[in-house]
T-cell receptor
Framework: SQQGEEDPQALSIQEGENATMNCSYK?????LQWYRQNSGRGLVHLIL?????REKHSGRLRVTLDTSKKSSSLLITASRAADTASYFC???????????FGKGTLLTVNP | DVKVTQSSRYLVKRTGEKVFLECVQD?????MFWYRQDPGLGLRLIYF???????EKGDIPEGYSVSREKKERFSLILESASTNQTSMYLC??????????FGDGTRLSIL
């Protein structure tokens, strides 16, 4: 079953604006990961945040994690047309080997 | 950089055929995974393997089997292909507790 659920399902913004995507999950986690997928390609790992971390930055990406609310957000600042892609969160429960992926947010950045 | 290579980007097969999808990783990762991705359903785990000759069912194993005879290679087998197995298939690998690395996917059409 899918644990991570992204919100919104689709997001359309103008170049230069910030994009925020949210992820909710149901059970306890070891870490939460965000991935990006360009159309017709495989997923690429963006950032991992551990359960004892609240915020993490990588370039124009900022991820927050609120374990009390079982939610995470991914912020992309100063978006570019090349950021157009689907973004997925994935939870790692730590007790087995697999990740559980959400259904993704399709981000469109208009030039 | 980790490289996960899937043998075909596009594949067309006929109903009832036995289909083999191959995946090779070059980083000595213990864990390997097969997913299928369908519009509106996100990534669904078919099978995963945590060691050579070891495998575990994912969320949707019916109609599929896998083989892992060597650490670097993980094969997905459709025993008797059906039209409802038309999908994008993604292979991934990772060391335990670390992010997954994905191949570029195989778009499989069953006619």
């Amino acid at each position: 079953s899918q644990q991570g659920e992204e919100d919104p399902q689709a997001l359309s913004i103008q170049e230069g604006e910030n994009a925020t995507m949210n992820c909710s999950y149901k059970t306890s986690i070891n870490n939460l990961q965000w991935y990006r997928q360009n159309s017709g390609r495989g997923l690429v790992h963006l950032i991992l945040i551990r359960s004892n971390e609240r915020e993490k930055h990588s370039g124009r990406l900022r991820v927050t994690l609120d374990t009390s609310k079982k939610s995470s957000s991914l912020l992309i600042t100063a978006s570019r047309a090349a950021d157009t892609a689907s973004y997925f969160c994935a939870t790692d429960g730590g007790s087995n080997y697999k990740l559980t992926f959400g259904k993704g947010t399709l981000l469109t950045v208009n030039p | 950089d980790v490289k996960v290579t899937q043998s075909s980007r596009y594949l067309v097969k006929r109903t009832g055929e036995k289909v083999f999808l191959e995946c090779v990783q070059d980083m000595d990762h213990e864990n390997m995974f097969w997913y299928r991705q369908d519009p509106g359903l996100g990534l669904r785990l078919i099978y995963f393997s945590y060691d050579v000759k070891m495998k575990e069912k994912g969320d949707i194993p019916e109609g599929y089997s896998v083989s892992r005879e060597k650490k670097e290679r993980f094969s997905l087998i459709l025993e008797s292909a059906s039209t409802n197995q038309t999908s994008m298939y993604l292979c991934a690998s990772r060391p335990l507790g670390q992010p997954q690395h994905f191949g570029d996917g195989t778009r499989l059409s069953i006619l």
